[in-house]
T-cell receptor, first 118, second 117 residues
């Protein structure tokens, strides 16, 4: 069975601080996808990144960066120079890897509530 | 980019009534859509996988007769909460993957907040 653990439940930082959101996963699959989503107070889920299991390169997108460590089954997310608009709930998720991709459902972690204070 | 739209975004109904929520992929075709449920301050739990032209696949513990799913076309899936009760109050989110182009990301609708009085 697949499992995603986000041990941190709530994080509060002051604007411009860097913050890292942890994600640890469990799966018996050798190939899989990992995701991060942002859920602002309005409720919609905003896609941030998808990473497949055979690509361990770290990725940077503006102030966001992701560190995928297969050896420790972790996929951590760092926000550099945080801003108030970053305040949201962040979900890490895992799905099996299927060629078609169509039927791969997501297993979500419990989410981390990030509050960025001015 | 690909967009998934849900309607209505908010609905309040009386106990015992049925409520229909629509999920549409606006600029791509989706043979499969997923319905999730989210309780306040909790994670998203998959309820069912909606398959175009065939029956939905429900997760363990989800009542099929309570949560009716119909995938009428390649761009529309509906979730009907039948004989709703206050415990059905929740945030329901659908998703679909755009396989036609891009990186095949899974896009989510805006969510529908159901309140049953």
């Amino acid at each position: 069975a697949q499992k995603v653990t986000q041990a941190q439940t709530e994080i509060s930082v002051v604007e411009k601080e860097d913050v890292t959101l942890d994600c640890v996963y469990e799966t018996r699959d050798t190939t899989y996808y990992l995701f991060w989503y942002k859920q602002p107070p309005s409720g919609e889920l905003v896609f941030l990144i998808r990473r497949n299991s055979f690509d361990e390169q770290n990725e940077i997108s503006g102030r966001y960066s992701w560190n995928f460590q297969k050896s420790t089954s972790s996929f951590n997310f760092t926000i550099t120079a945080s801003q108030v608009v970053d305040s949201a709930v962040y979900f890490c998720a895992l799905s099996e890897y299927l060629k078609s991709g169509a039927n791969s459902k997501l297993t979500f972690g419990k989410g981390i509530t990030l509050s960025v204070r001015p | 980019g690909a967009v998934v739209s849900q309607h209505p975004s908010r609905v309040i109904c009386k106990s015992g009534t049925s409520v229909k929520i629509e999920c549409r992929s606006l600029d791509f075709q989706a043979t499969t859509m997923f319905w999730y449920r989210q309780f306040p301050k909790q994670s998203l739990m998959l309820m069912a996988t909606s398959n175009e032209g065939s029956k939905a696949t429900y997760e363990q513990g989800v009542e099929k007769d309570k949560f009716l799913i119909n995938h009428a076309s390649l761009t529309l899936s509906t979730l009907t909460v039948t004989s709703a009760h206050p415990e059905d109050s929740s945030f329901y989110i659908c998703s679909a993957r755009d396989l036609g182009g891009g990186k095949g990301e899974l896009f989510f609708g805006e969510g529908s907040r159901l309140t049953v009085l």
